[in-house]
């Protein structure tokens, strides 16, 4: 179960990372 919730913990991280580097990537 705490094996579970990490995963999905750094999988939403690793999203919202993405997403930021996405976006700045955008900008420059």
Do not use: E, P, R
């Not at 999988?11 to 996405?22: A, E, N, P, S």
């Amino acid at each position: 179960m705490c094996d579970k919730v990490k995963n999905s913990m750094a999988q939403v991280y690793f999203l919202y990372v993405g997403q930021c580097w996405h976006i700045l990537n955008k900008c420059t």
